[in-house]
C-alpha cells in the first residue's frame, strides 16, 4: 500500500482533487469560512444539496414524518463536517442547528406541510421562541416538504399567507431558485434585522404508469 505523501496542497489543489463531489466542495469552503455571511452562505448551499438528495429517492419516503426527514438532513449535514444537530434545547426543541465560527448558530424549522396555519406556526416559532436575534444568530430558515403536487402553488399561497400574518415582514424571491424565498424583519428580542430562507423540498410521488397498470 503506497503511502500517502506528507506534502502541503492548496485549497484549489484540494478542490481539483474533490471533482464534483458537492459535499467535499462545501466542506473545503465551510473549513476556510469565518465571516458569518460565508458561514451562512455554505450552510444554505449544504441544505440545497441534502434536499436534493431527498427529492431523487422521494418513492421511499412516503411515510416519513417530520423528524424522520430533519433527522436526514441532520445526518448529511455531519457527514459534510457540520456541528449540526436536531432537537437540541435552544429556548425549546429546535428543528435543526449547526453551530460554526466565532459563536455563529444556525437555525432550522422544519414543516411538514398540512395548512398554511401550520407553516406559520413554524415561523414564529423559528421568530420568537428559538432565535437569539445576536450577531452572527440573526438567520434561519423554515425547511417546507410538501406531499402535494404543484409545490409552486404551495409555496405562493404560503408566501401570499405570511405577508397577510405578518405585515413587518419584507419577503424576496431568490435570484438562484424561484421556489425559495427571503424574508426580513426585526427581531422581536433584538431589533436586529433578522433574516429567514423559505426552502421547499418536493416530495410528491404519484407515478403515472403506476396507476394505469391498476
Given amino acids: 500500500m503506497t503511502a500517502i505523501p506528507n506534502k502541503a496542497f492548496s485549497l484549489r489543489d484540494l478542490k481539483l482533487m474533490a471533482g464534483d463531489s458537492t459535499p467535499t466542495l462545501i466542506n473545503l469552503d465551510r473549513l476556510v469560512a469565518v465571516d458569518y455571511e460565508d458561514q451562512h452562505r455554505l450552510v444554505e ?15 421511499l419516503k412516503q411515510d416519513l414524518g417530520e423528524d424522520a426527514l430533519t433527522i436526514e438532513i441532520v445526518h448529511m449535514l455531519k457527514g459534510m463536517g457540520y456541528d449540526a444537530e436536531h432537537d437540541t434545547q435552544i429556548g ?19 414543516k411538514i406541510h398540512k395548512d398554511y ?50 405585515p413587518d415582514v419584507s419577503v424576496s424571491v431568490s435570484e438562484s ?38
Avoid at 92 to 109: M, P, Q, S, T, Y
Avoid at 141 to 164: C, M
Fill in 117 to 166: 396555519d401550520w407553516l406559520l406556526k413554524g415561523y414564529e416559532q423559528l421568530d420568537s421562541r428559538y432565535s437569539t436575534g445576536q450577531p452572527g444568530q440573526d438567520t434561519g430558515e423554515i425547511i417546507i416538504f410538501s406531499y402535494n403536487e404543484r409545490i409552486d402553488k404551495v409555496v405562493a399561497k404560503w408566501i401570499e399567507h405570511l405577508i397577510a400574518k405578518r
Fill in 45 to 59: 448551499r449544504a441544505i440545497d444539496w441534502c434536499g436534493l438528495q431527498i427529492v431523487e429517492n422521494r418513492h
Fill in 177 to 214: 431558485d424561484k421556489l425559495v424565498h427571503y424574508s426580513l424583519h426585526q427581531h422581536p428580542g433584538t431589533g436586529r434585522t433578522f433574516k429567514v430562507r423559505h426552502k421547499p423540498i418536493n416530495l410528491y410521488w404519484r407515478p403515472m404508469d403506476k396507476e394505469q397498470s391498476k
Fill in 92 to 110: 425549546g426543541h429546535c428543528d435543526v442547528i449547526v453551530r460554526g465560527k466565532r459563536d455563529f448558530l444556525w437555525i432550522g424549522e422544519a
